[in-house]
């Protein structure tokens, strides 16, 4: 039998997660609601973390409190570690390295991925939380290459979703409004550019993926589709069956 772990008062949470400090109502879908998953997980609130200021100001004077925390959880025994917040892509090298575990801080790391399994001509959709926060040194963070086409489409212009989760409202949220927008949005960068899949690099919108492919008919990666990739690269199991 293989050496047991101790020295912890709690056991079998495969993944942590580091969360922006939000106060907007967290739905099934959402990184930020735990029943999304269907494996254990571990929150870490980082207290200074507002999304005003991770998304449109200087991140990097919070890397030292991201790493912080991301060590706390590798300490408590989880095996992988995301965060609640696609523009954290800038923080992904840093924190790769300063972890012995792995650390995915974006979606945006799918979009190589997703560029490779398509037709060279095809661009990659991203729909991210607001356009004009999302530069080149976010992309270039998380493997996106100049090589790689995209096409950017945001949804700060977008009432429900600008105000609730944008604005960081503390009041119930009205999805059916949401997905509205977001999938206006994508229809609409479906019909101005040759995108052949989308991204979301918002972790709240996961929720909305079935909506979106469902009118697209495009393959739609968000956050959880890549956590779910992660927790089993990390857990493997034993496969069963019969010959």
Request: proline share 5%.
């Given at each position: 039998m293989a050496e047991l772990a101790s020295g912890r008062n709690n056991y079998g949470q495969v993944l942590g997660i580091l969360m922006v400090n939000t106060s907007f109502t967290r739905?099934?879908?959402?990184?930020?609601?735990?029943?999304?998953?269907k494996f254990p997980v571990r929150y870490k609130v980082i207290e200074n973390a507002t999304p005003a200021l991770v998304v449109e100001k200087a991140i990097k004077t919070l890397l030292p409190q991201f790493i912080e925390a991301a060590k706390e959880l590798e300490t408590e025994g989880v095996r992988a570690i995301t965060t609640s917040c696609?523009?954290?892509?800038?923080?992904?090298?840093?924190?790769?390295?300063?972890?012995?575990?792995?650390?995915?801080?974006s979606s945006l790391l799918q979009v190589p991925l997703a560029y490779r399994m398509m037709p060279a001509s095809k661009k990659v959709g991203i729909l991210t939380a607001n356009s004009k926060a999302l530069t080149k040194d976010h992309l270039r963070s998380v493997g996106i290459t100049d090589d790689i086409p995209v096409a950017i489409a945001?949804?700060?212009?977008?009432?429900?979703?600008?105000?609730?989760?944008?604005?960081?409202?503390?009041?119930?949220?009205?999805?059916?409004?949401?997905?509205?927008?977001?999938?206006?949005v994508c229809n609409e960068l479906k019909k101005k550019e040759d995108i052949g899949a989308i991204v979301f690099e918002c972790t709240n919108l996961p929720p909305y993926s079935y909506g979106v492919q469902k009118s697209t008919g495009l393959p739609v990666f968000d956050i959880i589709t890549l956590c779910n990739y992660i927790h089993d690269v990390v857990l493997r199991k034993e496969f069963e069956g019969f010959l």
């Amino acid at each position: 039998m293989a050496e047991l772990a101790s020295g912890r008062n709690n056991y079998g949470q495969v993944l942590g997660i580091l969360m922006v400090n939000t106060s907007f109502t967290r739905i099934p879908g959402d990184i930020g609601n735990a029943s999304t998953f269907k494996f254990p997980v571990r929150y870490k609130v980082i207290e200074n973390a507002t999304p005003a200021l991770v998304v449109e100001k200087a991140i990097k004077t919070l890397l030292p409190q991201f790493i912080e925390a991301a060590k706390e959880l590798e300490t408590e025994g989880v095996r992988a570690i995301t965060t609640s917040c696609g523009f954290l892509a800038l923080l992904q090298k840093e924190m790769a390295d300063a972890l012995h575990i792995p650390i995915f801080t974006s979606s945006l790391l799918q979009v190589p991925l997703a560029y490779r399994m398509m037709p060279a001509s095809k661009k990659v959709g991203i729909l991210t939380a607001n356009s004009k926060a999302l530069t080149k040194d976010h992309l270039r963070s998380v493997g996106i290459t100049d090589d790689i086409p995209v096409a950017i489409a945001g949804l700060e212009d977008r009432e429900e979703f600008a105000e609730a989760i944008g604005g960081n409202l503390k009041r119930p949220l009205e999805p059916h409004k949401i997905q509205a927008g977001i999938v206006s949005v994508c229809n609409e960068l479906k019909k101005k550019e040759d995108i052949g899949a989308i991204v979301f690099e918002c972790t709240n919108l996961p929720p909305y993926s079935y909506g979106v492919q469902k009118s697209t008919g495009l393959p739609v990666f968000d956050i959880i589709t890549l956590c779910n990739y992660i927790h089993d690269v990390v857990l493997r199991k034993e496969f069963e069956g019969f010959l």
